[in-house]
């Protein structure tokens, strides 16, 4: 058992769109064996830009699109490697599937630095105190200075920045990279057959005879001269510091080309963490405790519309998982007998027989399950609860038949339950009032409703869009509340558990009010 999770690291890429996920997760694969050609996963993007129609693409892509959960081993590691939806598919499961991980992966394009969506994704770690590791991607490209992006990932995220590969140039040419942590320089070959196979390479170290010469004058001198700047005045090398997430370790490569890939994989799993303790209502759980645990952070509905069969992701946080084993669904008390478990590679799935903590094993369910859900082989024991995120997209539901107001009160009980939708009211008791306000954080997340609530629910709507987008919930007095949430640009919600919050129209007027607004709390998640 200790063994198992030893040598087990669950961890997802945060990034922008374009910065290369799908190329690195390509790469990754290839890497580890379950791939043997770089150029499979790509597919998946073309076809992802091709059309927007939310349903077609889910069944064009399967499961693989909002599901995937990528097992591979490498070098005696098992690795799981969760997919966070991005694009416009962007959604809450994105923000739980970091619930998920035991680390994250920081992918920056070497142009564009820190972008909106990785800040983010990234704040969302930072709050979970996940080790975070930094990949700058597109080397094989001019970009900003290495220096300089080090640097500004520093100042605009707030972490403290280790570079342990440093990247080398000939010219504008990017050649290799230098293993600091290692004293290795990995030059790469030039006979790549674009980084569809694995890159070749050759080693050196640093004060090596034959460096100079390999690497030129000029390359060399300017290698030595960032290196000495590095080690003088950059953030020392601290492996607790990175499992506390403070400091966050430095990779440079290129994607495409593979360079820098492997080096970076290699450091990667030596320096990341594997399944740690989860704190639990019955104190923190061992993930060597022998009794099996899990916790649902995903739904996955519509796999089959003639069924309403679901698979939930559970990821597992102790024990040791076999197929058909009986586990307790500790919200309801319930036995529930786990006898299709899925696991995923790539595109496909495959039955698994056990999986060990870390793994993410897919459960076919019948509505039992929720979000947050624990699963447990014995007690009572829960998981703290998967946080509530703030949508970004807010629209007002109508309905196209009046007379189905049930219905959809039934339907968006139901997405919100799955953790699907997130819906809102206009006052504190409207049940048969105006029709709610649903939330979403990507905008494909409305297209899913709305496909939902008309095939599973016969109910046909459509959205209004409305002006809020920034979102805080709220406590305090309730009449300072309603003062400051009745002002223009501003309007007061409540959840679905009546909890207030404020919507503003834009960011500005929201952080106004946030700093002198002092006679209520604001809060980024639902308090
Ligand atoms: P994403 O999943 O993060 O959105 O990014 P994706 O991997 O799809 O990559 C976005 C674009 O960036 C693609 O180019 C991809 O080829 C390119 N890219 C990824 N890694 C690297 C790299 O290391 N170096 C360079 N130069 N480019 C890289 P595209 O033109 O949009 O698509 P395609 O025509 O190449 O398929």
Avoid at 43 to 53: I, P, V, Y
Wanted: negative net charge; glycine residues 8%.
């Amino acid at each position: 058992m200790a063994a198992q999770v030893a040598r087990r690291r669950t961890f997802a890429i945060i990034s922008h769109p374009d910065a290369g996920k799908t190329t690195l997760t390509e790469k990754l694969l290839l890497y580890g064996g379950a791939i043997h050609l770089a150029g499979s996963v790509k597919s998946r993007r073309a076809e992802r830009h091709a059309t927007s129609d939310w349903m077609k693409l889910e069944q064009e892509r399967g499961i693989s699109v909002t599901s995937s959960v990528m097992q591979f081993e490498y070098e005696g590691y098992a690795v799981n490697l969760l997919d966070t939806p991005g694009h416009e598919d962007f959604s809450e499961d994105t923000y739980r599937t970091l619930v998920a991980a035991d680390s994250a992966v920081m992918l920056l394009d070497n142009r564009k630095g820190v972008e909106e969506r990785t800040r983010q994704l990234f704040e969302v770690c930072k709050r979970r105190r996940t080790p975070i590791f930094t990949f700058v991607n597109k080397c094989d490209r001019v970009g900003e200075d290495s220096l300089k992006l080090v640097s500004d990932v520093e100042n605009d995220l707030g972490i403290q920045c280790h570079p342990i590969t440093w990247p080398i140039f000939d010219g504008n040419a990017f050649v290799g990279v230098y293993d600091r942590r290692l004293d290795r320089i990995h030059l790469f070959g030039k006979d790549e057959h674009h980084g569809a196979t694995r890159a070749t390479e050759q080693l050196l170290s640093l004060h090596g005879e034959a460096t100079r010469d390999q690497l030129g004058d000029l390359p060399y001198r300017q290698l030595l001269h960032d290196i000495e700047l590095l080690d003088a005045a950059g953030h020392p090398f601290d492996r607790d510091a990175i499992l506390r997430g403070e400091l966050s370790p430095v990779f440079f490569g290129s994607a495409l080309t593979n360079f820098g890939v492997e080096p970076f994989l290699r450091e990667f799993l030596d320096l990341s963490p594997p399944p740690l303790a989860r704190e639990s209502t019955a104190g923190p759980v061992e993930p060597t405790d022998p009794r099996f645990t899990g916790f649902v952070f995903k739904i996955q509905a519509n796999m089959d519309p003639r069924h309403r069969d679901r698979v939930a992701f559970v990821r597992v946080c102790s024990g040791h998982f076999t197929a058909g084993m009986d586990v307790g669904h500790v919200r309801t008390g319930k036995r529930l007998r786990l006898s299709a478990p899925q696991q995923f590679m790539a595109r496909e799935r495959t039955a698994v027989e056990e999986a060990w903590p870390g793994d993410v094993i897919g459960v076919i369910d019948r509505g039992n399950l929720r979000i947050g859900d624990t699963l447990a082989e014995e007690g009572t024991l829960e998981f703290k609860g998967i946080p509530r995120f703030p949508p970004e997209h807010f629209a007002r539901v109508v309905l196209i038949d009046p007379m189905k107001r049930k219905q959809l009160d039934a339907g968006l009980r139901q997405l919100t339950e799955e953790g699907a939708a997130q819906v809102f009211f206009t006052s504190p008791t409207e049940v048969s009032g105006p029709t709610p306000l649903i939330g979403a954080v990507g905008m494909l997340q409305f297209d899913g409703m709305l496909h939902r609530l008309e095939h599973e629910y016969g109910v046909r709507c459509r959205l209004e869009k409305i002006a809020g987008r920034y979102p805080r919930w709220v406590t305090g007095p309730k009449d300072a509340i309603e003062r400051i949430g009745r002002e223009r640009g501003r309007m007061i919600l409540y959840d679905a558990a009546g909890k207030p919050l404020i919507l503003f129209e834009d960011s500005w007027g929201m952080r106004w009010a946030v700093d002198r607004e002092t006679a209520i709390t604001f809060h980024e998640v639902a308090p």
